[in-house]
């Protein structure tokens, strides 16, 4: 799987904006960007996915870049319930599904 | 809808035991897959189901993994003999296939000490 490169920590204010940033510099054209959480001693989650649109779902917003090689995880109004960690991962349509983790972004909100 | 359930969540044993991890994936999910999780890093897959048979297994430590989906549905991770260096949580996952675009559903995780 093509790797990415995200921040190891951000900090945000509860309420505000939050944009999660990711590159993916060697994406191939079967690759689909997805993002997943993972909260305190819990599983990952599903949060969104797509492969060259943009795309909106009721948890958060993923903005790709026209050349595809980076994309932004935004969520629109941070709670401190979104305190996780957040994994960019790139998924080979071809290659069966498996997702390859790297470090992820720990977000840290503020009250 | 139930969710990926798994059992034990905490088991705890001495190095050179055995120990066995239980999935049970969503209804109709035909794709398992089981990470490990050593604390601080993000999830590393170990095996791929699909069905009862095995998609990839590349990162699975043979000589004391093994892993198994009988009938096509729930799974077993096993471990014997266990070393220090296993301790991490189990965590199993299922989707519905193997498309790229298809969200893969986590169960809570077994966490392991090894001793």
């Known amino acids: 799987d093509a790797k990415t490169t995200q921040p190891n920590s951000m900090e945000s204010n509860e309420e505000e904006p939050v944009h999660l940033p990711c590159n993916h510099s060697?994406?191939?054209?079967?690759?689909?960007i997805h993002w997943y959480r993972q909260l305190p001693s819990q599983g990952p989650e599903y949060v969104i996915h797509?492969?060259?649109s943009n795309v909106n779902n009721r948890m958060a917003s993923l903005a790709i870049a026209e050349d595809r090689k980076s994309s932004t995880l935004i969520l629109h109004r941070a709670t401190l319930r979104d305190a996780a960690v957040y994994y960019c991962?790139?998924?080979?349509?071809?290659?069966?599904?498996?997702?390859?983790f790297g470090g992820g972004t720990r977000l840290m909100v503020k009250p | 809808e139930a969710g990926v359930a798994q059992s034990p969540r905490y088991k705890i044993i001495e190095k050179r035991q055995s120990v066995a991890f239980w999935c049970n994936p969503i209804?109709?999910?035909?794709?398992l897959y089981w990470y490990q999780q050593i604390l601080g890093q993000g999830p590393k897959l170990l095996i791929q189901?699909?069905?009862?048979?095995?998609?990839?297994d590349s990162q699975l430590p043979k000589d004391r993994f093994s892993a198994e989906r009988l009938k096509g549905v729930d799974s077993t991770l096993k471990i014997q003999p266990a070393k220090l260096e296993d301790s991490a949580v189990y965590l199993c996952?299922?989707?519905?296939?193997?498309?790229?675009?298809?969200?893969?559903?986590f169960g809570p995780g077994t966490r392991l000490t090894v001793l």
């Open positions: 996952a299922s989707s519905f296939s193997t498309s790229g675009g298809v969200e893969q559903f």
């Open positions: 060697t994406i191939s054209g079967t690759d689909y």
């Open positions: 797509g492969l060259t």
């Open positions: 991962i790139l998924r080979d349509n071809n290659a069966g599904n498996m997702l390859t």
């Open positions: 209804s109709g999910h035909a794709t």
């Open positions: 189901f699909q069905n009862n048979g095995v998609v990839d």
